[in-house]
């Protein structure tokens, strides 16, 4: 990009921001555990447990991926 092809580009608003320590791109995994009843083949009844992963949208930076630092700046041409 030249000189001139800037000069004609209004400054643009830049804030400072980092990598949110919180999650991965924005997303959020969570433990999870459950039981469900359960019939054997032969009519006795007993309980499955389990664990798994779910995915959600992580709370700390609202699935952004980065958490803003302070207010931004204006950051003008030069």
């Known amino acids: 990009m030249t000189d001139d092809e800037r000069a004609d580009r209004p400054g643009e608003y830049v804030k400072f921001r980092m990598p949110c320590p919180c999650c991965d791109d924005g997303t959020r995994t ?30 700390a930076c609202d699935g952004q991926g980065y958490l803003p630092l302070g207010s931004g700046e204006w950051h003008g041409r030069g």
């Open 30 to 59: 969570r433990v999870r555990g459950g039981a469900r009843p359960h019939l054997h083949r032969d009519g006795r009844a007993c309980l499955l447990t389990g664990t798994g992963f779910v995915l959600q949208t992580c709370s």
